[in-house]
């Protein structure tokens, strides 16, 4: 789960969208609320797909094979509009983790509880197949390990077994190291497609592996498509047989669903609850359970104002904080902090305790890190309040919160409509150009594209002159975008493009995912999705894999190293020749922005706290607590801008401030509301910009006397 991102509605029909649950290729799903205060799931898709009649008609099978499909062991659908402006589909929401999570985080299950959940997902199969349709992207993370059992999810590509293909011929549907041979080969999966890819999940739930997995997608689906499945570390032999008969080659040498059901149907455990999973994801999945039912306005929360804030906040952030530690005796489970912070998490949800206060107990404190509180009568006594930067000028340039950069010498400023050139001494606007899909700056460079048969348009960041233009086919839409000089990259889920950076003509295409991002460094562009994958610049080839469970922010490049998180909360730095780890650094799972300048890492972490590590050993040199995300509206976070030796923060508290790069000390504040930009304040010419509520950008000038900005 993460916050609201600019650009996200506030409302789908008749719901209320409170945060993202996750995002796909097609679509985001949101974590939302009833009219009536039920807690549901809504998809929505993307908008640059709802106005394109073959992703619009997938959605509407999506909404029809989920309807259709009432099974114990799927997601029931509650609400649904495929017509709309931007369709949408309301399940209801199941508090959990995905199989994809609990894996990655705990490692592979027992034999005991691998055939409980097989016997589930052989039922949610067979109640599938009874109504003609096959899943056929059937993968862990389309698997929600829940309080109430395991339930299969996302119908997007789910269609009746004697359809004909979803697209054009030959297109390969699903996901790679899960698909059935017939789908690695591009033609029609049905009901045995859904049996091969059960046993793919199976192997993954027993070992933390896929059983196929050739680095390469392309490998991948080789092997996929000859069906040999490394099955060694499937050490029980009634398993083994079991998934041997379901990764058969040939799809009429398979068992059905309902055979499945009938082999695995003796046991007697109960799938109900949690108690046939390991205790530590029991826990983990009971705790997120118990914070959901108190998420504010749902049907049983019955708090105040500020118990309902502190339990959204502790369903979010708390339920993320989780990992696997080893204990002395080599088996998972959770460490003291953990369970100090899961703890916190639940009694925040209860009665308003600060989280933060016990999550921090048991380590030690960094400079700028208050201590915990001991007793109310013995509060930490307080700094000197900073000095107060001097605002300079103040212009509208939108309606909503405008994510800035600099380039050529202005500050730009993006809305939700279009790229603003201004003049950094006075805030007049020197250019204008409408964009509503892209409008970034990468290697200095503008690049501007909209939703409706998109051009991809370079610009000159001057004078705001158009350099180049290139036309953009879907599904290539550049929602990701990274120049290194050489190329400059764009692409989704399936295929990346690159361009000359110099004139936009055609260099090469790959194969890759980008759905988190791509990141450009010299003879690299790096594309980001569950792993992290390095392509030559000059071919498109893939030159090395660095594969872990991507968190949600951007991958930065310096120094020779890629940065990158982890969904347990640690920061990676990964050599760019090689692919190779340095090292990690543990930052805390809700990580939000990131930067890097010639020495260090500054990373905002939980709970708001500011880290900066340091690049040649990933020591964290000091760490600065800013916010605290008490007061936020839910969907903000602390963003971050670099300039010189100085930090700026665009902080949850409706602050900005400005701290030292070399000990994290406040240099200064201003009061500004500027915590849903993704981008941080910039530095331009001395001054320091803030994009801020209302669609305002506001020039500051340092305290006189104080550090320049930047300086």
Known sequence: MEPLQPGDPGRM??????????????????????????TVAVKVVRERFAGDAEYRARFRREVSAARTVTGAFTAPVLDADPEASSPWLVTAY?????????????????ASAV??????LAEALADIHRTGLAHRDLKPANIMLTGAGPRVVDFGIARPEDATAITRVGAVIGTPGFMSPEQARGDVAGPAGDVFSFGSVLVFAATGKEPFDGGATVDTLRQVEQARPDLDAVADRDLRDLLTDCLRREPGQRPTATELLDRLSGDGTSVQGTRWLPPPLAEAIDLRTAAARRLPGSVLDTGTESTRHSALTSAVMGGETLEPPVTPAGQRGLSRRNLI?????????AGGVTAWALSRTSEPQAENTPPPRTTPSSPPAAPPAPPLAVQQWKVKVGDDYPNLFSAGGLVLARDTSDVRGLDPSTGAIRWTLPTTLLGTVSNGVVYVAGNSNPLLTAVDPASGATRWMYRVLFPEAPVWLADNGSVICFGD???????????????????????????????????????????DDANGRTKWTYAIDIGYVQPRFGSGL???????????????????????????????????????????GDGGTVFAVKIA??????????????????????????????????????????????????????????????????SVAGLVFVGTKDGYVEALAPPKGGMRAGS
């Open 617 to 682: 050993t990933g020591e964290t040199v000091w760490s600065h607590r800013l916010g605290n995300n008490e007061g936020a509206s839910y969907g903000q976070s602390n963003s971050l801008g670099l300039s010189g030796d100085t930090v700026y923060v665009g902080c949850t508290d409706r602050n900005v401030y400005a701290l030292s790069a070399a000990d994290g000390r406040t240099r200064w504040t201003y009061g500004a509301d500027s915590t849903l930009t993704a981008n941080g304040p910039v």
């Open 13 to 38: 029909g008749g719901y209320r969208l409170l945060a993202r649950l996750g995002a796909g290729g097609m679509g985001v799903v949101y974590l939302g609320r009833s009219p009536g205060g039920r």
């Open 341 to 349: 912070i899961a703890g916190a998490a639940t009694l925040a949800a």
């Open 562 to 604: 890629f940065f990158l998180t982890d969904n347990s909360g640690d920061l990676h730095a990964v050599h760019a020749d090689s692919g190779t780890r340095a090292w990690t650094s543990p930052v805390g799972s809700w990580t939000a922005t990131m930067l890097v300048d010639a020495d260090r890492v500054y990373i905002v």
């Open 115 to 120: 055939r409980v959940l097989a016997a589930g």
């Open 94 to 110: 199941l508090p959990g983790l995905t199989l994809l999570q609990a894996v990655g985080t705990f490692g592979g299950l027992p």
């Open 493 to 535: 889920e399936d295929k990346i493009r690159a361009l000359g950076s110099g004139d936009g003509k055609t260099r090469w295409t790959a194969t890759a995912d980008a759905k988190r991002s791509l990141t450009a460094a010299p003879g690299i562009i790096a594309a980001a999705d569950t792993s992290l994958v390095a392509l």
